[in-house]
């Protein structure tokens, strides 16, 4: 399978991920949006990319989310 995306790479999403299939990492439940950051996790068999999302405060991650490839871009 040819992928855009490498896992551990930052990337930038580009449109808000279906709540439904959100995990959050902690107790709190931020929304999770578009223009937000993260990074590859892995790289799932369905072909969508599970994206570890970083809290642009912290730098800790705030929770996981499935994403397809055309709504992501690389962050330099």
């Given at each position: 399978m040819q992928t855009k995306f490498k896992r551990?790479?930052?990337v930038r999403l580009l449109a808000d991920p279906n709540p439904e299939y959100v995990e959050y990492y902690s107790e709190e439940e931020p929304r999770i949006k578009k223009g937000?950051?993260?990074?590859?996790n892995i790289i799932?068999?369905?072909?969508?990319?599970?994206?570890?999302?970083?809290?642009?405060?912290?730098?800790?991650?705030?929770?996981?989310?499935p994403m397809d490839e055309e709504f992501l871009e690389k962050v330099e």
């Open positions: 551990h790479q930052k937000m950051t993260g990074k590859i799932l068999p369905n072909g969508q990319y599970h994206v570890e999302i970083i809290d642009e405060k912290t730098g800790e991650v705030i929770a996981y989310a």
